[in-house]
Nanobody, 124 residues
């Protein structure tokens, strides 16, 4: 049974940093798309960073240059620097078994498994 457990969220000030962790267990050890998404009560869940099936990091424009996604063994990380109030959200990690690469870009995410989420709150 696939299980994802996030940790590392918290309440910080603008400009601070946080590192989120996601421990993944119960999956076949192959290079699936693994990423971080975030959601607020008024906004749909959006993917902010992922490691693709070739092992390369990918980022949404809103976090490029501030967030860094990485993977060590069965743990996925999201280092978040220079946090802004608009980064406030519940952050989820996930695994996508069906990601494809066509016409120079990866497919839109369709995550098969999610963790329970960890809250990040950034105050000004």
């Amino acid at each position: 049974q696939v299980r994802l457990v996030e940790s590392g969220g918290g309440s910080v000030q603008t400009g601070d940093s946080l590192r989120l962790s996601c421990v993944i267990s119960g999956y076949r050890n192959v290079n699936y798309r693994m990423g971080w998404s975030r959601q607020t009560p008024v906004k749909e869940r959006e993917e902010v960073a992922f490691i693709d099936e070739t092992g390369n990091p990918n980022y949404a424009d809103s976090v490029k240059g501030r967030f860094t996604v990485s993977r060590v063994g069965n743990t996925l990380y999201l280092q978040m620097n220079n946090l802004k109030p608009e980064d406030t959200a519940m952050y989820y990690c996930g695994i996508d078994y069906g990601s494809t690469y066509e016409n120079g870009r990866w497919s839109a995410p369709s995550y098969n498994y999610w963790g329970q989420g960890t809250q990040v709150t950034v105050s000004s």
